[in-house]
């Protein structure tokens, strides 16, 4: 199957907040995670979501051209061939992006997808993020507003920030922001409903104490209630069908109770990024260290070709990250639960 349709894409996550899980979304760099990415959701038969940061754009660009715009592009045109030879449904989506790249990132990817709706074909993303936490909530949701209108035009559902993520992640670092900003107000999200309904399809990364990285158990209180207050704050004066999908941001390390308890106020994604790059590294790592007479050629010895050809780890790292993405469906509840063929 190839990547989710614009009306697949919308049901799958309308689908997820209807029957209470939510689809596991990984950064992708390089042809190994996203293979690594597939085959998880493949085996285990959950739906799911690949994305791409500007500083995975810019790697996947190459260290000559480092550009954002064009890596992802190549990303997102390797997964639309790749995803064809496996029987989930698979949405493409780009990361954080703040307000001085919406010019050099996501209007240029914006402009790539129009071009191919144009010629009959689907965008190129099925998503995008727009993270303007940094900014003032008012000119956060003009932008959020704005950048919503040019998505829907194309069919791209947009994601926004309001709160702020701790820790650092992609070269942004949020270790400073002062505690409050780190829980979303019942107002700011009623506030964000009423300014984008009727605009477009919109999905909502309202924060709830979510910190990038990993941290020691105790270090990091997620307080996933305030996603319940919020929507609450939206459905008492617009109804049920106002309930907003939310995205979990900062998932890696995250406990399973907190996980679920998100889930149940509407939490239709979880970013898992730390958690898989380590999955990835640690079995290369294990394979150098065990193997480190024949990576190299010490004291004028040739050293062993099995060893060093690429392939040799890099298949592990594959492997690592399709097991903890396993795991991340199970605890997300969407294993099993592949639209595809039934939508």
Excluded: W
């Excluded at 042809?31 to 500007?54: C, H, R, Y």
């Excluded at 070269?171 to 999200?189: C, E, F, I, Q, R």
């Excluded at 009727?198 to 270090?219: C, E, I, S």
């Excluded at 919020?230 to 109770?257: I, Y």
């Amino acid at each position: 199957m190839p990547v989710a349709t614009r009306e697949q894409y919308c049901k799958m996550l309308d689908t997820a907040k209807k029957e209470g899980y939510a689809y596991p979304a990984v950064n992708v760099t390089t042809l190994e995670v996203i293979n690594g990415a597939l085959k998880a959701f493949a085996d285990a038969k959950s739906d799911g979501i690949i994305q791409v940061s500007l500083g995975g754009g810019k790697f996947a660009s190459g260290s000559s051209v480092g550009s954002s715009a064009i890596g992802a592009i190549v990303i997102a045109e390797a997964v639309h061939r790749l995803a064809k030879e496996y029987n989930v449904l698979v949405g493409l989506h780009t990361d954080h992006c703040q307000p001085e790249h919406v010019d050099d990132f996501l209007r240029p990817l914006i402009a790539e997808s129009r071009r191919r709706v144009e010629a009959g074909q689907e965008p190129l993303f099925n998503s995008h993020m727009l993270d303007a936490s940094s900014l003032p909530m008012k000119e956060n949701l003009a932008l959020s507003k704005e950048l919503l209108k040019e998505c829907a035009e194309i069919g791209i559902v947009l994601e926004l920030e309001i709160g702020v993520v701790g820790g650092e992640e992609d070269g942004v670092d949020n270790s400073g922001v002062h505690a409050a900003k780190l829980y979303t107000s019942p107002d700011d999200m009623l506030l964000t409903y009423e300014t984008l309904n009727g605009l477009g399809r919109f999905m909502l990364a309202a924060t709830f104490g979510n910190v990038h990285g990993v941290y020691k158990p105790g270090a990091v209180k997620l307080e996933p209630k305030i996603l319940r207050d919020g929507q609450k704050a939206v459905t008492d004066k617009h109804g049920s069908a106002a309930a907003m999908p939310l995205v979990f941001h900062g998932g890696s390390g995250s406990e399973l109770a907190d996980i679920r308890e998100a889930i149940s106020y509407g939490v239709v994604k979880m970013n898992i990024d730390t958690d898989t790059q380590y999955a990835f590294s640690k079995p290369i790592a294990l394979f150098i260290c065990g193997h480190i007479e024949g990576m190299l050629k010490i004291d004028g010895e040739v050293g062993d070709k099995k060893c060093y050809d690429p392939r040799a780890y890099l298949k592990l790292g594959e492997k690592g990250i399709a097991q903890r993405l396993v795991v991340a469906a199970q605890n997300l509840l969407s294993e099993g639960k592949t639209l595809y063929g039934k939508i």
